[in-house]
């Protein structure tokens, strides 16, 4: 499967990455070759497998719904970029 | 001091021979002289270490001591440290100070362990050679044109040139086993679930696991000792029961049926790698065990598979860094987007970006069930072989790598040349079967490893089949030239 230029834009804007235009030319290479690898998968058929999602047969453990964490939001918030008033501050969103 | 054991080193601050003060200032001095011929160290955390040995000290003296009280390591900067630089060898993350420590941490914390520093790794776990580090690449002590392995690289090679009596690393696709086996170190991947990844910064969820890195498996049961055990923190952490992984080092192999896998021996594995692994299995048979070859018929799909269900893990994995609660953002960003794209295309490595860009088009509409429903079906046919399999034997064998440690910049052309080099490791991952590697000989300079593959939760029985090689052979204790 070869991913032509467009195709790299496409998949790049998605996952929210600035890929310049120096760049894309390599990354569609490579990208190409590691889907080339990956179309070894289609040898095996798998019409009546079932899929694994994990590798142990465990359903997700519940907990009670009480309250156990405390607020440690001046902790975390020292450490980010930009904040004010206990908000994280990014540039404007809404006109 | 820095030749001892952790055995050896617990024994010593016990009977007062030495104190913890004193071994961890011979650690830092030897980490100010060594380091920097290997790149093993991301942060020496001199101070808070010190400070640790100190109330280590204190411990030992009212005979308060658990069994590693006082005993230095390293964490491999993946895993969050309260306080101290937590990077994952990214930019993104370059001046992160974590604020909690993950679980591993923390039990480690517990016990009276002393933490020397952080260790140097490949880009958020993604690498097999330590070379995609943002903090540049770690040397191999025994070849230092060569690569440690990766990605736990900087903890491969900090145990092995002696700047750390153990470490820990993780291991997604191999990143604990081959840097052992490139390093001649003892290194385990716990069975999925066993070791919580709490604090563990996710690489891909359904495959990470924490575990040790030592010179023995003495020294690796005694690690797990601490680490090992159920975390309600971590949603996947399993709450089985915790054996002591040092009461069964000495049982007798005898009777014990290993089996090769056939596929592990094809084309690819470099012959001379593979005298030394066969040399391994003749030892092996001396000490007891009945050797019987095997199939693991869906194993030849591991890598492709891989390839596909590690990269959709990460992409949704690393999509919380975004340049707006931690980590780096990029100048004056003009709208959102912007933010979003300027700080993760420019905090993140070439690999890493690769990475997330298949998983994201592997799970991108219309390609979903071509690509990663199909890869979870092959999942299963991979984790059966294993299973049926361990209805045979008891544990499975094989070459950890397909060659020994590589020059650096040998592989970095073609990301699947790199990718190639896992072709043994990936398939325990993907089935969530404990592995480990022990040292069994050198092809020059450069060490092999041997694989050790569990069935599920049967660490304590890989570290007695280990431990019984240790006994009678002198391949572990081997140190590289000029790190003696």
């Known amino acids: 499967m070869s991913l032509s230029k467009a195709d790299v834009e496409k998949i790049a804007h998605l996952a929210r990455l600035a890929i310049s235009e120096q760049d894309i030319e390599l990354y569609s290479r490579n990208l190409s070759n590691i889907l080339a690898l990956v179309e070894e998968m289609n040898k095996v058929d798998t019409s009546n497998v079932l899929p694994m999602a994990h590798p142990l047969d465990t359903a997700q453990r519940l907990r009670d719904d009480v309250v156990s964490e405390t607020n440690q939001r001046d902790t975390f918030q020292a450490i980010a970029p930009q904040v004010d008033c206990g908000l994280y501050l990014v540039p404007k969103v809404l006109e | ?484």
């Open chain 2, 1 to 484: 001091m820095h030749t001892l054991s952790l055995a050896e080193l617990s024994a010593g601050l016990k009977a007062k021979k030495f104190s913890s003060g004193e071994l961890t200032r011979a650690y830092l001095q030897r980490i100010a002289k060594l380091d920097k011929q290997l790149n093993a160290y991301v942060t020496v955390a001199e101070e808070r270490a010190l400070k640790q040995a100190h109330a280590a000290d204190a411990r030992i003296a009212k005979s308060q001591a658990a069994a590693l009280t006082g005993v230095p390591l390293a964490q491999k900067d993946i895993f969050c440290t309260n306080g101290v630089k937590t990077t994952c060898g990214s930019k993104m993350l370059a001046n992160f100070i974590a604020p909690y420590s993950a679980t591993v941490v923390q039990r480690c914390d517990d016990a009276g362990m002393v933490m020397l520093g952080k260790t140097n790794m490949d880009e958020f776990a993604m690498g097999s050679s330590n070379e995609t580090s943002y903090f540049g690449p770690v040397r191999n002590p025994y070849d230092l044109n060569a690569v440690p392995g990766g990605s736990s690289g900087g903890s491969a090679a900090a145990v092995a040139a002696r700047l750390a009596p153990v470490a820990t690393g993780t291991d997604t696709g191999g990143s604990i086993r081959q840097p052992a086996a490139l390093c001649n170190l003892t290194g385990l991947k716990p069975t999925y679930g066993r070791v919580s990844r709490y604090g563990m910064i996710a690489f891909a969820s359904s495959l990470d696991q924490g575990g040790p890195m030592a010179r023995s498996a003495e020294d690796v049961a005694l690690m797990m000792n601490v680490i090992a055990g159920f975390d309600s923190k971590d949603s996947t952490s399993v709450d089985t029961p915790v054996p002591d992984y040092t009461a069964g080092l000495t049982k007798s192999l005898a009777g014990l049926r290993i089996g090769i896998p056939k596929e592990f021996f094809g084309q690819g594995l470099d012959s001379k790698v593979e005298q030394v692994i066969r040399d391994a299995l003749k030892q092996y048979e001396q000490l007891g065990a009945k050797i019987k070859e095997i199939s693991l018929p869906n194993s030849g799909l591991s890598v492709p598979t891989y390839y596909v269900v590690a990269p959709a893990e990460c992409s949704s994995n690393l999509s919380r860094f975004d340049g707006v609660r931690y980590g780096y953002r990029c100048e004056q960003p003009v709208d959102l987007v912007d933010l979003y794209k300027r700080s993760r295309g420019e905090g993140f490595g070439a690999e890493v970006k690769r990475r997330i860009m298949i998983g994201t088009y592997a799970l991108s509409s219309g390609y979903y069930d071509a690509y990663y429903l199909k890869a979870q079906k092959l999942r299963r046919l991979i984790s059966d072989d294993f299973k049926n399999a361990y209805k045979e034997v008891d544990v499975i064998m094989g070459p950890t790598s397909p060659t020994v440690a590589f020059n650096l910049g040998e592989k970095t052309d073609d990301p699947v040349t790199m990718y190639l080099s896992d072709i043994y490791t990936i398939a325990v991952n993907l089935a969530g079967i404990p592995g480990m590697s022990i040292p069994v000989g050198f092809v020059g300079q450069r060490p092999v490893g041997l694989q050790l593959m569990g069935n599920y939760f049967d660490e304590a029985r890989l570290l007695n089949i280990a431990h019984q090689y240790q006994q009678a052979t002198d391949w572990h204790l081997r140190a590289p030239k000029g790190f003696e």
